[in-house]
């Protein structure tokens, strides 16, 4: 049997499907119950799945979840996808479809890295949040100090800004490109007055890979370590996962994911070449690279469900104590200095849009990719997507991953 998974969803923001940004806003109310109402509908189309209360998937329900897994991706035109879904009992699942790379032909296994685009900016600050456990970082400190100059907004020379405005995308930072010819020092480039809002430090949510960029050069003078090695030592390496910053950080025996554009009735396109980027020396000085975590992570489908894990954790876990993650999870309004951000610390809010869940986590997007990470945080349900290429467009949460999303915590509510 074929399912078509087709409807488009949550038309809230306006993505740049070329390149890494996007502008985002939070959802109002209304959108929020529209968008319910719609999930509602699109849940009516997914087959029986499972047997209700069998604590997970049996195969029946498993085969059925892969067919409506690659039938919504082929809808989507993907070119190779992986899913995982993590049980609230702590068991998973993973599904795979299609192709990691298309010449030569390798297929996608459970083995498969993916880059995670901007789900790269929720694993960050999982090490900058073991920095503020160990006091070698404050949220509410004038960033300044660590940065060694004046970092000011110029209309608002009195206002400081600080990592938790960093991390709530409330700084007063455009969206402005990352890199500018001319400007190599981190200094020449925060203190070009171009980058700034006409908006007060903690006024306004502003979405700026920008300021998220930034967040990782501090934690790089605050830890004396690159982020790459600072987050292998605090997160990767006790949580026993396959993970870093780029692919010449991935052992060579693990496949990674090209990544492809895909527009229209042409031919992917290939606009990332992982063997290519394995090849590439980065010499970057640590405290002066602002790049590496808006979008540059890369790990498998069971390193991206046990950092999902980690998000949805109720106690102290061997890298980040509960009132750590608590502080990630919570809505950041009223809190030191912030007006209203409608967010956690790089976390987004999802609240019903799927029914009965209360959705944690965040979304990336990137040359032609497209990954999810959300937790329901009453139920401690996980899921991981990760897509090496399909069609984009122009919404807050791109089709592919909302009706991903859908199916995969449909099935977890049907065993729960």
């Known amino acids: ?209 920008l300021g998220a960029g930034l967040s990782g050069a501090i934690a790089e003078r605050a830890s004396g370590l690159s982020f790459e090695n600072m987050m292998q030592e605090r997160i990767f390496r006790p949580l026993g996962i396959c993970a870093g910053y780029g692919a010449a950080n991935i052992p060579v025996d693990r496949m990674i994911a090209d990544g492809y554009s895909v527009r229209g009735l042409l031919p992917p396109c290939l606009r990332y070449d992982a063997e290519q980027q394995r090849r590439q020396h980065i010499n970057e000085r640590p405290g002066e690279t602002y790049v590496t975590t808006v979008g540059r992570l890369i790990t498998d489908a069971h390193g991206l469900g046990t950092l999902a894990r980690l998000l949805a954790s109720k106690t102290d876990t061997g890298v980040l104590t509960k009132g750590s993650l608590d502080e990630m999870r919570k809505v950041q309004d009223d809190i030191g200095g912030i007006r209203k951000a409608g967010r956690g610390l790089n976390v987004a809010f999802l609240k019903g849009v799927i029914p009965e869940m209360n959705l944690i986590g965040h979304q990336g997007v990137a040359y032609g990719m497209c990954s999810e990470l959300f937790v329901d945080s009453a139920s401690g349900a996980c899921i991981g997507i990760m897509t090496n290429g399909v069609q984009l467009n122009r919404m807050a949460l791109q089709p592919v991953g909302e009706e991903l999303l859908l199916l995969g915590m449909h099935a977890i509510q049907r065993v729960l």
């Open 1 to 209: 049997m074929k399912y078509s998974f087709r409807r488009p969803f949550l038309q809230c923001v306006e993505l740049k499907c070329f390149g890494m940004e996007a502008v985002v806003r939070n959802l109002s109310e209304r959108e929020r119950l529209i968008l319910e109402r719609k999930a509602r509908a699109f849940i009516k189309t997914i087959p029986p799945i499972g047997e209700l209360g069998a604590g997970s998937l049996n195969e029946k329900g498993t085969l059925q979840v892969q067919k409506c897994f690659e039938s919504i991706l082929r809808a989507h035109r993907a070119v190779g996808a992986s899913m995982i879904l993590v049980f609230p009992d702590g068991s998973e699942k993973i599904f795979c479809y299609g192709k990691a790379r298309r010449k030569p032909e390798i297929a996608v296994d459970p083995l498969t890295c993916f880059r995670v685009a901007s789900v790269t900016k929720l694993i960050s600050t999982f090490g900058i949040m073991s920095l503020v456990e160990s006091d070698e970082l404050n949220l509410d400190e004038d960033v300044s100090k660590l940065l060694g100059f004046s970092f000011r907004n110029p209309l608002f020379p009195d206002r400081p800004v600080t990592l938790r405005m960093l991390l709530t995308h409330t700084a007063g930072i455009k969206n402005a490109d990352l890199q500018i010819p001319g400007k190599t020092s981190l200094e020449e480039r925060f203190t070009d007055p171009e980058i700034w809002l006409e908006s007060a430090p903690g006024e306004r949510f502003l979405y700026t890979n």
